[in-house]
Nanobody, 123 residues
């Protein structure tokens, strides 16, 4: 079984912070290119941040410096730290993986996906 499971979402007020987790099962996160995506109702899925096989990071312009992608190799967990949350951050957040060396925020470049965790931000 190869599986990614997101957690850590919830309902928060604007200005708060969340730390989303993506746990790998039958899957070694540090040996894959990883990324976080989000999708709000009525909008296309957008890439937020990627983490390549060498630990290099890339962020979408829309993150405005408020997002940090990281991993804990020992625990086999990928994280997304979100600070200064805004109502427009409300979306379903997904983690994704590829066993190729890529630095991409294109959803079609990724092979394995979690089922998502909901983030809802109120003003």
């Amino acid at each position: 079984l190869v599986q990614l499971v997101e957690s850590g979402g919830g309902s928060v007020q604007a200005g708060g912070s969340l730390r989303l987790s993506c746990a790998g099962s039958g899957f070694i996160i540090s040996r894959n290119s990883m990324a976080w995506f989000r999708q709000a109702p009525g909008k296309e899925r957008e890439g937020i941040a990627s983490l390549d096989l060498l630990g290099g990071t890339f962020y979408a312009d829309s993150t405005e410096g408020r997002f940090t992608i990281s991993q804990d190799n020992a625990e086999n967990i990928l994280y997304l730290q979100i600070n200064a949350l805004k109502p427009e951050d409300t979306a379903m957040y997904y983690c994704a993986a590829s066993n190729r060396f890529i630095r991409s925020l294109r959803s079609n470049d990724y092979d394995t996906w979690g089922q998502g965790t909901q983030v809802t931000v109120s003003s």
